[in-house]
């Protein structure tokens, strides 16, 4: 059964920094690019960033809204996905979902429960 | 950037009614869109994707259609268990969702 779990979530002032962290299991990890998708408290979603696979290089992509702030990574061996976020303001407040792609196709077959991140002084 | 447009943005439909929801994109997207089912404090499922392919598992009263820049998804025939706020998304050019539309029971 393939299982997304994300942590790591939580209150941080405005500026601060967090970590989240997205952990995989029931299929292979390494043969997917996969994303983080965001949703601020009763809003829609809004696609974050994304980690292509080891035949693809592991090249990241990201939204206008977060480059330069926010760093996605993967430790493949330990079957987990990353999101680092630096520079947090308050629009960054939202449950963060990390999501598998189906293979490498833009389609989010699977997807965590979510980490609340409140940016908040 | 690809805008995506869903309409309505809220709908009250009974039980047993067909129901459909529209997604429009900015520029041509091929049939590059999936459409998502996301229930209250729950993560998002996908439903449909490519526009007309029906996910594993999931119920044959949902259905997509379209292509370009013009999508349509359906419920054919309305479910309690169905209440659930829809998304369409394209994946033409990065990834853009619409708006949503909160659909409830009448």
């Known amino acids: ?121 | 950037d690809i805008q995506m447009t869903q309409s309505p943005s809220s709908l009250s439909a009974s039980v047993g009614d067909r129901v459909t929801i529209t997604c429009q994109a900015s520029q041509d997207i091929s049939n590059y869109l999936n459409w998502y089912q996301q229930k209250p404090g729950k993560a998002p499922k996908l439903l449909i994707y490519d526009a007309s392919n029906l996910e594993t598992g999931v119920p044959s009263r949902f259905s997509g259609s379209g292509s370009g820049t013009d999508f349509t998804f359906t419920i054919s025939s309305l479910q309690p268990e169905d209440i659930a706020t829809y998304y369409c998304q394209q994946y033409d050019n990065w990834y853009t969702f619409g708006q949503g539309t909160k659909l409830e029971i009448k």
């Open chain 1, 1 to 121: 059964e393939v299982q997304l779990v994300e942590s790591g979530g939580g209150l941080v002032q405005p500026g601060g920094s967090l970590r989240l962290s997205c952990a995989a299991s029931g299929f292979t990890f390494s043969d997917h690019y996969m994303d983080w998708v965001r949703q601020a408290p009763g809003k829609g979603l809004e696609w974050v960033g994304r980690t292509r696979n080891k035949a693809n290089s592991y090249t990241t992509e990201y939204a206008a809204s977060v480059k330069g702030r926010f760093t996605i990574s993967r430790d493949d061996s330990k079957n987990s996905l990353y999101l680092q976020m630096n520079s947090l303001k308050t629009e960054d407040t939202a449950v963060y979902y990390c999501a598998r792609e189906t293979g490498t196709t833009g389609i989010f077959d699977y997807w965590g429960q979510g980490t609340l991140v409140t940016v908040s002084s």
